[in-house]
């Protein structure tokens, strides 16, 4: 264990910071620099630069914020927020921490959006709201419905879309799998899942399996349960000449997803790459 710093320079605590870091993880400096800056609401690059010491308090904060890392708790719940396609979000452990791939996800959505003059959007399975304020925010012109059937991730959802001044997004509590519209209403439905298979829960990296929820990961079964679902239903959602756009997750689950739309003979399918080089977006035109 290095040495506390006995002083409250900026430069001392970052470089402590990442040598507490270094002895469990590889990215040690910029997990150390992302906490430290969130601490005292500033960017890395201003973090250089700053000429204020930490508090006291600060000093003892930033303490328990290594401790908690280093034990594996992601660092975007650590300091309570994170950064996805542009905008800010807050985070608790109701929702899952949004993933670069997710991305992918929002521009696929943009571009099939350009066709409609005022797309309808639903979201299911909303979280934290990253897909759903996204699309929002980008296009100014939709109105998007996050649905999600745990009311805590919604409580940070509405939280999100007032943070980043959405006012063309709306969020509603219930059920996917037992809620079905009168008609279908809306141009594109969006879809991160809980798709990962229920046997693949315990070879999970520990800050996803311990800390993430558990709702928003697994169906508890093959990992298939939502799009099975969405291939019986998406007709009632979404009308002819619309989308339904999904993530999906590696190895064989691209294909096995596609399996299900093929059950319900959905033809126009494209399996898109995000920028891995992964297929990791089913793309859907509804006939």
Known sequence: MSAIPQDGHINNWLKWSAAELSLTMEENTREAEWLLSSLLNCSKFELYFQENELSPTQCELLQDWIRRRINGEPAQYIAGWTEFYGHRFNLNSSVLTPRPETERLVDVAIHSLQEFDKPHVVDIGTGSGCIAISVAAEISSASVLGLDISGGALAIAEENAALNKITNVQFLQTDFLQFTPVEPVYDCLLMNPPYIPINEMDILMTEVRDYEPELALTDHKDGLTF????????????????????????????????????????????????????DRILKVKII
């Not at 019986?232 to 979404?238: G, H, L, R, S």
């Not at 009308?239 to 064989?252: A, D, F, T």
């Not at 003979?265 to 992964?278: H, P, V, Y």
């Open 227 to 278: 799009y099975r679902h969405l291939s019986n239903m998406a007709k009632k959602w979404v009308h002819s000449g619309g989308w339904l756009i999904m993530e999906v997750g590696l190895g064989e689950h691209p294909q096995n997803v596609s399996a299900c739309f093929d059950i319900n003979q959905f033809t126009n399918k494209e399996l898109i790459a995000d920028f891995n080089g992964d």
